[in-house]
């Protein structure tokens, strides 16, 4: 069974950046598929990004692209959301969630948290104006 931890949440003025962090434990990582969620108050879980074992396949929602950047470390077994330009409406819980992919060498990813197996504590971010 998967394990995940998130790190790198914290309070930042509009316009600046953080980095989260997301380690794995409990499955080889190079079979899961990885993504991050967002939870606001008041709203649904929207998935911010996503990305495949091989980090070739990425995935950003529109409110997000070209501001947030998702990568991963294998050799760590760790993933990453670096957050830049970051605006009011970014606050919100966000959550890493992995999911293990069946078929070896495979560059599927997903956004619907439906089909995630495992998803870590949840790291707060708030963006003051």
């Known amino acids: 069974q998967v394990q995940l931890v998130e790190s790198g949440g914290g309070l930042v003025q509009a316009g600046g950046s953080l980095r989260l962090s997301c380690a794995a434990s409990?499955?080889?990582?190079?079979?899961?598929?990885m993504g991050w969620f967002r939870q606001a108050p008041g709203k649904e879980r929207e998935c911010v990004a996503a990305?495949?074992?091989?980090?070739?396949?990425?995935y950003y929602t529109n409110s997000v692209k070209g501001r947030f950047t998702i990568s991963r470390d294998n050799a760590k077994n760790t993933i990453y959301l670096h957050l830049n330009s970051l605006e009011p409406e970014d606050t919100a819980v966000y959550y890493c969630a992995a999911k293990y992919i069946a078929v070896s060498g495979s560059d599927y990813f997903t956004t619907s948290s439906r089909e995630y197996e495992a998803w870590g504590q949840g790291t707060q971010v708030t963006v003051s104006s």
């Open positions: 990305i495949s074992w091989s980090g070739r396949t990425t």
């Open positions: 409990g499955h080889t990582f190079s079979r899961l598929a």
